[in-house]
């Protein structure tokens, strides 16, 4: 069983960074290729970041290409995002996702989500 705690939200100011964290507290997440979506309000979630269960492949939507960072440490069960130069269009709930089967690009029903953590960034 994967169960997702992501952490690390909060309130910046845009240019700034933050790092999100997502553990897992079972004992199967090196099995897991992750990914990181997000939903604004009034919008639909989107992909930001995904990453092979190896770690040797990663993905990113445009809109945060050089700019975010995915990288995961299996001996930890955490997968993390690297976010810097944030920008008010970043403001979201980030949440993350574990696919036992693909590389999470889109937002499905399958596999286990966290419950979110809130990244709000002022101008």
């Keep these: 069983q994967v169960q997702l705690v992501e952490s690390g939200g909060g309130l910046v ?11 897992d507290s079972g004992r199967t997440f090196s099995s897991y290729h992750m990914g990181w979506f997000r939903q604004a309000p009034g919008k639909e979630r989107e992909f930001v970041a ?41 403001t979201a709930v980030y949440y993350c996702n574990a696919d ?3 590389i999470p690009l889109v937002p ?7 419950q979110g953590t809130q990244v709000t960034v002022s101008s």
């Design 100 to 102: 036992l089967y693909s």
């Design 108 to 114: 499905t029903g399958r596999g286990f989500w966290g």
């Design 13 to 23: 100011q845009a240019g700034g960074s933050l790092r999100l964290s997502c553990a």
């Design 50 to 90: 995904a990453i092979s269960w190896s770690g040797s492949r990663t993905y990113y939507a445009d809109s945060v290409k050089g700019r975010f960072t995915i990288s995961r440490d299996n001996a930890k069960n955490t997968v993390y995002l690297q976010m810097n130069i944030l920008k008010p269009e970043d």
